[in-house]
Structure formats: C-alpha cells, structure tokens
C-alpha cells in the first residue's frame, strides 16, 4: 500500500509539472514580447539592459528566452513545491534543460534560415520562439524520466548561473563573433 500511495504522489507531481508548464509557454512567451522593448521603454536604463535585449543581435535575443524561462521555473518551485511535492533536484534538471535547448534552438533555427538557406525576414524571427514551446516539453519529458543525480545537477546549474552572468557581462563587452554584432 505505501508503494502505492508513493507513486500516486509522483503521478500527481508528474501531472502539475505538465500542466504547469504548458501554461508556461504561454507565459513566458507573454513575457518575452515586452522584454523586447524594455531596454527602450525604460530610457536605455543600465539594470534594465541586463535582462532586455538593447539590440537585434542573437546573444540580445536570448534573454528573451532565459529570463522569462528562470523567472517562471524559479517562481513555480518557490510557491508549489511542498503543495506539488516537486523534487528539487530534477525540477532544477528540468529547468536547465528548458534554458539550454530553448536558447540553443533559437541559435540554430537563426542560423538554419539566415545562413544556410539565405532568408532574413521577421517572421523568421518571429518564429523563432518556438524553442520556448521545444525547450518547455523537453523540460517537462526530462522531469517525468530522469532520476535526480549530481552529475546532471551541478553542470546544468553552473551553466544556468554562468548564462545569467554572461546576460550582462556580453551585453557590455561582446566577443568578436557573429552572434554577438548586431545586423542594424
């Protein structure tokens, strides 16, 4: 019987995760929109740059994609854990391959239209969010199947921390390299 009662909370957990973060997609990609112009809206404000893009390039993008995608993650497991039952270790798993594979496939589907196939319009740009919609159901498959472990623990959160450092510190001193340099 307690076998039973143990699976039927991870079933329950297993089930507000999905919902959860269906209703995320929509979330953060309503977030993601206004962060676009934040950097303008606020009067180019400095801590305001850190999170918004503050031009076209792809590395600006991608804060389009982190910080909605950590507010929601962090913010989710902060009020519904203990209601929820959400393991901590493989919730932060799952957040940092949402993170990674979204702004990976924002990354690729750039370079797919822009340099292999020669197509830069905005509806490509657009449609690039659909790595929120990829990344979210990734996240949410790797919650549901993956045990929690250190060893896929530690390296997602030092690359989740590392990003969120590198957010600002590329914004203000961006390397030599084409995803960095704005096209306008």
């Known amino acids: 019987m307690n076998m ?19 209703i995320g997609i ?11 112009f934040a950097y303008e809206w606020s ?3 400095f801590f305001v740059s850190l999170v918004a893009p503050v031009n076209e390039s792809i590395w600006e993008h991608l ?4 910080w909605p995608t950590l507010l929601w993650w962090v913010l989710g497991y902060a009020l519904f854990r203990k ?7 493989r919730w932060a798993q799952s957040m940092a391959v949402s993170i990674i594979f979204g702004m990976l496939v924002i990354v690729l589907w750039y ?7 020669g197509i830069e319009a905005s509806w490509v740009n657009f449609s690039s969010m659909i790595s ?10 790797v919650y549901r199947v993956t045990k929690p472990r250190w060893v896929y623990f530690m390296p997602g959160m030092i690359i989740v921390v590392s990003l969120a450092f590198m957010s600002g510190f590329f914004t203000y001193y961006p390397p030599s390299l084409p995803m960095f340099v704005s096209p306008y």
């Open 4 to 22: 039973y009662i143990r699976s039927e909370r991870t079933e329950q957990s297993v089930r507000f995760v999905r919902i959860y973060h269906l």
């Open 26 to 36: 929509f979330v953060i990609l309503s977030i993601a929109g206004p962060l676009h």
């Open 43 to 45: 009067g180019e404000n």
């Open 63 to 66: 804060k389009m994609v982190y």
């Open 83 to 89: 209601r929820s039952r959400l393991s901590g270790m």
């Open 111 to 117: 370079y797919t239209w822009a340099g292999a196939i």
């Open 132 to 141: 929120v919609v990829i990344g979210q159901l990734l996240a949410m498959h």
